[in-house]
Every structure is written in C-alpha cells, then in structure tokens.
Nanobody
Framework: QVQLVESGGGLVQPGGSLRLSCAASGSIFSVNIMGWYRQAPGKERELVADISRGSRGTNYADSVKGRFTISRNYANNTVYLQMNRLKPEDTAVYYC??????????WGKGTLVTVSS
C-alpha cells in the first residue's frame, strides 16, 4: 500500500516562510511526478507546484511563482515545498500528490498552512 506522509504545516505570519515535506513509500512501481496541491476554505483544490524526473521540470501556479520552490530527493521519493513571503491567501490545506509511471495517482491526507497576523 502506498503511503504519503506530509509534514511542515502550521501557523505563520504574512511574509514568513514554511517548508513542507512529503515522503512517499510503499508499492509505487516508479514515481514519475510529485507535486503539491492546496484547497483553501470554500475553494476548489488547485495545483500549487509539481516536479518531474525528466525534462518537464517544474511547474508552478501563477500565484506562487517567485515565492515557492519545489524540490525532490530522488533517492528516497521525498518532495519539498519551500514557501516564502507567505500571504493570507496562501492559507489552505496542502496535499502531496504522487503519480507513478503506471498511471497511479496517490494523495496524502493534507497538512494545514495558516497565514495570519
């Protein structure tokens, strides 16, 4: 069974930083893309950023470009999201997402990020 363990969420003031981590383990054939989505109160879930092993590279939502950085440890299937200059509108539950080369699509349970003064 696939398990995605997220960590790093919490309460931070506007302008602050947080670093999210997601470690993937279990019966994933081969990890292709790892990413982060978020769902704010009253909003639909949206892609924040993702990263692939190949030439596709990284992809960011326009709202976080220049502030967030996604990275990946290929040895242990861990993905990170460094979030800088956080804004109140970044408040959301952040979900780790992993896609395998078989087409599998796996989700973490989410970690809450609250940006408030």
């Amino acid at each position: 069974q696939v398990q995605l363990v997220e960590s790093g969420g919490g309460l931070v003031q506007p302008g602050g930083s947080l670093r999210l981590s997601c470690a993937a383990s279990g019966s994933i054939f081969s990890v292709n893309i790892m990413g982060w989505y978020r769902q704010a109160p009253g909003k639909e879930r949206e892609l924040v950023a993702d990263i692939s092993r190949g030439s596709r590279g990284t992809n960011y939502a326009d709202s976080v470009k220049g502030r967030f950085t996604i990275s990946r440890n290929y040895a242990n299937n861990t993905v990170y999201l460094q979030m800088n200059r956080l804004k109140p509108e970044d408040t959301a539950v952040y979900y780790c997402n992993v896609r395998s080369i078989r087409g599998g699509n796996y989700w973490g349970k989410g970690t809450l990020v609250t940006v408030s003064s």
